[in-house]
């Protein structure tokens, strides 16, 4: 079996749409893909109605949170939460917030962009994006505009964390999101924990302490992570006992890596699936 648990779509900042995703997997020899769009659940649908033969879709999403980094100061971390309640009512209205969270943020850094000579239309963004717009959509159309070759680019000059037009949203509190999760029924992982090239990281005494509180497990095997990181983060599920699960984190053509190239072991996946409250 080869399983990805962490994939995105066009209802978020992926190129592929819902229906062209499942589809691809099921090419890339997948058995199991899970749909995981940024603060939302709007692809699972059209995942769902177009998913081919022998392929199995996990429901999923990528939350966007706040964590305690290495220096002690808050820190942007993304939770993965699986297989929970799209209707619970607590855990809908912080994705709604969310979302409101990141249009605010299009806005003001598009604005920023604007008065430095870099002018995007902030309503013309929103309107191809939906409704899990981020900056990824300001780097297509920084792209399309001609004011860099491509989403490297965008993404280490205009867009970068540390540049002058970075503008903070309000994410939720890891442990918030941690609870809420398991209110809905669900699974939450945490996606990419040592991923140092996006910036600070997350303190490894954090993610103990989520443990103790009911966090499911730890993503492992990803692209962003460093041989070292990798085992640092093996480690850590071992002496905690979380899952672990690899993913390629799949946007399309907004990264390089293909699906499938980091996986979940079944016997961890079999672990996820037992764990989810229906």
């Known amino acids: 079996m080869l399983i990805d648990l962490h994939t995105h779509s066009t209802a978020s900042d992926g190129t592929d749409s ?16 899970a749909l995981t769009d940024h603060d939302t659940t709007a692809g699972w649908a059209e995942a769902a109605s177009a998913l081919p033969s022998g392929l199995t879709l996990v429901r999923g999403m990528e939350l966007s949170c ?12 993304h939770l993965l939460a699986y297989l929970f309640d799209p209707a619970n009512e607590a855990f809908a209205g912080e994705r709604a917030r969310l979302r409101s969270e990141r ?5 003001a850094i598009a604005e920023k962009m604007a008065a430095d000579g870099l ?25 399309d505009a001609g004011y860099v070759p491509n989403m490297d680019a965008a993404f280490a000059g205009p867009l970068a964390t540390s540049g002058k037009y970075y503008v ?11 609870d809420m999760i398991a209110a809905a029924g669900g699974v939450s992982v945490l996606a990419h924990a040592r991923a140092r090239a996006r910036g600070r990281i997350l303190d490894l005494d954090h993610i103990r302490e989520l443990a103790a509180r009911g966090l499911g497990g730890v993503e492992v095997h990803h692209m962003d992570h460093s041989p070292e990181d990798t085992a ?12 672990v699960t690899g993913s390629s984190d799949y946007h399309g053509t907004n990264k390089t890596v293909k699906l499938g190239e980091y996986t979940t072991a079944p016997e961890h996946y079999d672990r996820l699936v037992a764990a989810a409250r229906p």
């Not at 191809?128 to 990824?136: F, L």
């Not at 640092?232 to 899952?243: F, Q, S, T, Y």
């Open 18 to 33: 819902p229906a062209e995703l499942v589809r691809a997997a099921a090419e890339a020899g997948l058995s199991v893909v």
């Open 66 to 77: 706040s964590g305690r980094g290495e220096d002690g100061e808050p820190v942007p971390v």
């Open 103 to 107: 249009v605010t943020r299009l806005r």
């Open 119 to 143: 002018p995007i239309d902030p309503d013309a963004v929103l309107a191809s994006a939906g409704e899990a717009a981020g900056r990824p959509h300001l780097g297509r159309a920084l792209i």
């Open 168 to 178: 903070e949203k309000v994410d939720t509190p890891l442990e918030v999101a941690v």
């Open 232 to 243: 640092v983060m093996a480690d850590l599920a071992e002496e905690l006992d979380l899952i």
